[in-house]
């Protein structure tokens, strides 16, 4: 009896010890676990500073596109309050004419591990459409590779494209100036005095052919 009394009470004892070291492991996994959350927590409440109080539009997109987020300098820049916007897809807001869309981009994004980038335009919420330039890099899963979602930042370039549109015309307004003059008018490269170009007039008045011109 007191062998069986033994034998019951030590392993009642082992059981009580396996049972404790058991606790302590949960206990520790689950340190792990919260631990790992407050981190993430952390990290994206860094992100989420940041872009809501970044100039530039920052947005994250599900795989198929869908917007999950889009930060508050979409006001400023698109006139939509980011609640506006959320849940929908940025196809619904592109101008038909533009050879490159945001579904272009994020199309990219879905095949390839580097950034794009591209410029195209967006309706802003009082109807009229802003020049925009978007970057962007998809957000994969670290273990499995798989596509989790876009990431991509916007910002405005209207004025840039305004400077680049009064430059074409300026170029426009001096070629017509110096093609139509009915003198004869040439330019030439300051390093070599060869002719880069000559205006008609040039060409009937000396006799030589543009080409020949050039040749000099």
Request: aromatic share 10%; charged share 30%; net charge negative.
């Amino acid at each position: 009896d007191d062998i069986n009394g033994r034998l019951t009470t030590e392993a009642s004892t082992a059981a009580a010890v396996i049972f404790l070291i058991a606790i302590i492991l949960i206990a520790r996994r689950q340190t792990k676990r919260e631990k790992e959350l407050i981190e993430v927590a952390e990290s994206e409440a860094r992100y989420r500073l940041l872009a809501d109080n970044a100039t530039d539009v920052i947005a994250r997109h599900a795989p198929d596109g869908r917007i999950l987020y889009i930060s508050p300098a979409l006001y400023a820049i698109l006139g939509y309050q980011p609640r506006q916007i959320q849940g929908h897809y940025p196809s619904e807001f592109f101008h038909d004419d533009d050879p490159t869309t945001m579904d272009d981009i994020l199309e990219v994004l879905r095949t390839n591990n580097g950034v794009s980038r591209a410029e195209h335009r967006l309706r802003h919420a009082k109807g009229h459409y802003v020049w925009l330039e978007t970057a962007g890099r998809a957000v994969r899963d670290p273990d499995w590779n798989k596509l989790t979602e876009l990431v991509t930042v916007s910002r405005d370039i209207g004025d840039r494209k305004k400077a680049e549109g009064a430059l074409r015309a300026s170029e426009e307004d001096y070629r017509m100036l110096f093609q139509g003059n009915p003198l004869p008018m040439w330019a030439f490269d300051v390093d070599t005095y060869r002719f880069v170009a000559v205006n008609d007039a040039a060409v009937s008045h000396y006799g030589y052919s543009r080409d020949e011109f050039l040749a000099m």
